[in-house]
């Protein structure tokens, strides 16, 4: 703001003025409002973020098993001569077998895993751990005369195809559509995978 002199010059006017105590309050009032609603949303937020990448983890381990068994490799720390198929193990039997999957050759190519330990020269190739309190809380079936949900699930590849053999122990006697595993964190925010026999994969 400028005021004009006797001399006809002009003067500036310092017209800055501080906060009062009443706005000062207001403002922080409102930034602190603001702060709780961004650290709330940010811990739903990071809860999604990291059920999607468990969904897609699973989802990559299932792609490289199909890779692995197309590819013909070999598992060298087993003698044999040929070629074995390859899959995904799921367990919710239990609740410590929720935080678990294993991937794993179908050595004596019966197309079940043979559940055995990781650490012997079994059928397991690697059993991934699975953290932040998540676990694998459902596997469905969807399909004609199939049971609506099972305790454990085989997704086994097996060269030269590219489709997908699904099992379970009890057998699955039904036309299957596609499976599908859900995984849920402890607020059960969940992701889903779906698995087709053709060997296409999903996720929701």
Aim: net charge positive; with cysteine; glycine share 4%.
């Amino acid at each position: 703001m400028t005021k004009k002199n006797d001399n006809l010059k002009f003067v500036i006017r310092n017209c800055q003025k501080g906060m009062t105590y009443v706005e000062l309050i207001v403002v922080l009032s409102i930034f602190s409002i603001m702060t709780s609603i961004i650290l709330f949303n940010y811990g739903k937020f990071q809860t999604n973020v990291d059920i999607k990448i468990l969904a897609n983890d699973i989802a990559s381990k299932i792609i490289e098993a199909q890779k692995s068994s197309i590819s013909g490799q070999l598992n060298l720390s087993a003698s044999l001569n040929w070629k074995p198929s390859y899959g995904i193990y799921f367990d919710t039997s239990s609740v410590d077998n929720k935080k678990i999957f294993t991937y794993f050759a179908d050595f004596n190519q019966n197309s079940l895993y043979d559940t055995s330990s990781c650490s012997g020269t079994g059928e397991c190739l690697d059993q991934i751990t699975i953290t932040k309190g998540n676990f694998i809380s459902e596997i469905r079936i969807n399909g004609t005369g199939c049971p609506a949900t099972v305790t454990n699930l085989n997704v086994i590849f097996k060269r030269p195809d590219s489709s997908a053999i699904i099992t379970s122990d009890p057998v699955l006697s039904c036309s299957i559509s596609y499976v599908q595993v859900t995984v849920s964190s402890p607020d059960l925010t969940a992701a889903r995978i779906k698995i087709y026999p053709s060997g296409r994969i999903q996720i929701n």
